[in-house]
């Protein structure tokens, strides 16, 4: 009986132990999720009001506890017959213990809420910022960027977005099925993108770089591979890539590139996906991501598959294969998307994508820079 109770304990320790290590790896800075590591200002404010709090609570636990061992072991009975000392109310003890913790938590919460209303809107310092639309569809990210040239045109882009370093960006929240959410847990807390419901959050990353982004809210079955990567760019290189963005796509004159081209019409692939990334300013989009210029991006399905050198250049021939892979089996890269269940290349035997269809898509999106 000894023995069982001593192995029970001992397994109820590993667990504690695996538990605390497992929420450990979260504050590891140098990991893609973690907060502990910002790269903007709304992120270190965010960080640094969370950091007081994790104080505050700690002195608070370590005075509450405190005052409870020295009270068990001060007033413990010492004698079976003792009777303890009746106390019928100490009025400055309760008057304490009531506008201390009052106090504590009127200041935690006046910084939370300042915080909070810091990272609700851009500073007013700031003349004309960036201002651009992330756009949740199950399970991927469209972004929309104002045409530089033409106010009522939007520059059309998945799953990357692209923003000039020290700057801050305004970033205009909508969903179309249900409700995710925006979170770049290196730049700023997540923001819920709610159908019909307008939101909106700003970041400023401070250096170049790429961060990793995901929807944080539950929105169905490919939830957890809803990814998507924020580049942090020098002004003109911003500049420069958003005018290739509003280029038109050229098209390749390679064979296998063009009969990859019929493919992509005949296989109804043109049906969901698009190829021009200037549209009307508040028009809709397709179900699928927007594929002009696909060769040039850096990831593919959603941030699931990297194409890039360390450099961050697209590496040709991992873009090639990871095309291949994606159009051979998507489900199996991300189960539950929509091309799988939907698409009849994939529900339709008779349909079926031919290995030489396939080569000549990979050709032709590799040639869409």
């Known amino acids: 009986m000894f023995f069982a109770r001593v192995n029970t304990r001992i397994v109820q320790l590993a667990t504690m132990l695996v538990l605390l290590f497992v929420s450990t790896m979260a504050c590891y800075p140098e990991h893609n999720q973690s907060t502990f590591d910002p790269h903007g200002p709304v992120a270190s404010r965010q960080l640094d009001i969370f950091i007081w709090i994790l104080i505050g609570g700690a ?3 370590v005075l509450v506890l405190g005052a ?29 213990w009531t506008v201390i913790p009052a106090i504590v938590v009127l200041g935690f919460s006046v910084a939370s809420i300042n915080t909070l209303f810091y990272a609700a809107d851009t500073p007013d310092s700031t003349e004309n910022p960036l201002t651009l639309e992330a756009i949740g569809h199950q399970w991927w990210f469209e972004f929309r960027y104002p045409h530089p040239s033409d106010a009522s045109k939007e520059i059309v882009t998945a799953n990357e977005v692209y923003i000039p370093i020290g700057e801050p960006v305004r970033i205009n929240l909508e969903s179309v099925d249900v409700i995710h959410s ?80 019929a493919t992509f019409k005949s296989a109804g692939c043109s049906g969901c996906h698009a190829l021009k990334t200037i549209v009307n300013s508040g028009s809709k989009g397709r179900v699928g991501p927007n594929l002009a210029h696909v060769g040039s991006r850096r990831h593919l399905a959603a941030g699931m598959m990297d194409n ?35 698409a009849a290349v994939y529900v339709d035997p008779n349909k079926s994508l031919t290995e030489k269809q396939i080569s000549a898509l990979v050709a032709y999106l590799t040639s869409l820079k």
């Open 59 to 61: 002195i608070v636990t």
């Open 68 to 96: 409870l061992l020295y009270a068990t072991f001060k007033y413990r009975r010492k004698d079976e017959n003792e009777i303890p000392k009746q106390v019928h109310g100490n009025l400055k003890l309760e008057i304490m």
């Open 182 to 261: 925006f979170w770049v847990p290196k730049l700023a807390g997540k923001v819920d993108m709610v159908p019909s419901e307008g939101n909106y959050m700003w970041f400023q990353a401070d250096g170049p770089g790429e961060f990793f982004g995901q929807c944080a809210e539950y929105c169905g079955s490919s939830h957890s591979n809803m990814n998507f990567k924020v580049v942090a760019v020098s002004r003109p290189d911003f500049d420069a890539w958003l005018m290739r963005q509003a280029s038109t796509v050229i098209e390749s004159s390679d064979p296998l590139a063009t009969e990859g081209a």
């Open 308 to 342: 890039s050198n360390e450099d961050g250049t697209v590496n040709d021939a991992y873009l090639q294969e990871n095309l291949r892979q994606w159009l051979v089996d998507p489900e199996s890269i991300k189960p539950g998307n929509i091309m799988s269940a939907q």
